[in-house]
């Protein structure tokens, strides 16, 4: 019974170190999917001047996480997460047009659109894409981080706090070629939204279908503006 035990320990301890390890690939900056080419509307924050200094870019994430990533990236993982688990793949289409519908400019439409196809080759480069009546054609970026943390048996939860991680380290890297912020800055400014991060998977978990939604005005404006703003180092 003894070695029974133990071996169903390990067992145990080895997924789960899988599985941490295959969350930490996927949020990783190094993951081939081009997301350090998008900005999310941050450069042309900066060029206006909203934010302009680390305490300006500190208010800056704390209202995009608050406002933007807690009432909408966050909870569809969730959502997605219990429609993969029930086989429900109508609530995964379903989730995946509702993303869609949240974007709103053609800049965050299309860093949705194309991450989600970088993922989609590099899951299929990797042979781990699903059978097609899993997810819908063309597919974007949340729902297939949401599958890939799925099949990995990441947690549900701390695929959430991988997907808000992987968001924070685009914004400062953002930041730390445009504006520019130093990396001692950037680390003070992980210590300080680390705990705002927890908070916000949490609030995450217990919103009603009815409370979701970003209200991300000045994120949308800055955007739109980017597209044609003189110099810029990311797309638009």
């Not at 999310?40 to 001047?49: D, V």
């Not at 949308?220 to 638009?236: G, I, K, P, V």
Request: hydrophobic share 45%; aromatic share 8%; net charge negative.
């Amino acid at each position: 019974m003894a070695i029974m035990t133990t071996t169903t320990t390990m067992s145990t301890e080895t997924n789960d170190d899988l599985a941490l390890l295959g969350l930490m690939q996927l949020v990783s900056p190094a993951l081939p999917i081009g997301a350090f080419a998008f900005s999310q509307g941050l450069e042309s924050a900066f060029e206006l001047g909203w934010v302009s200094d680390e305490a300006s870019l500190a208010e800056w994430l704390e209202g995009v996480l608050e406002d933007g990533l807690t009432r909408c990236e966050l909870p569809v993982i969730a959502r997605l997460y219990d429609a993969l688990n029930e086989g429900d793949s109508a609530a995964v289409a379903e989730w995946d047009a509702w993303l869609a519908a949240t974007r709103e400019t053609a800049e965050l439409a299309a860093e949705e659109s194309r991450l989600g196809a970088s993922l989609a080759r590099l899951l299929g480069s990797l042979s781990l894409l699903p059978e097609k009546e899993w997810l819908p054609d063309q597919a974007g970026y949340v729902t297939l981080f949401a599958y890939t943390a799925f099949t990995r048996k990441v947690g549900r939860r701390q695929a959430l706090l991988g997907f808000g991680w992987a968001w924070l380290e685009n914004q400062l890297a953002v930041a730390c070629k445009a504006l520019p912020l130093g990396h001692t800055a950037a680390q003070r400014l992980i210590e300080r939204l680390r705990p705002a991060l927890s908070r916000a998977v949490d609030e995450a978990l217990t919103l009603d279908d009815s409370e979701l939604g970003p209200a991300l005005p000045g994120v949308a404006l800055a955007s739109a503006l980017h597209e044609t703003q003189y110099s810029r180092l990311f797309r638009s």
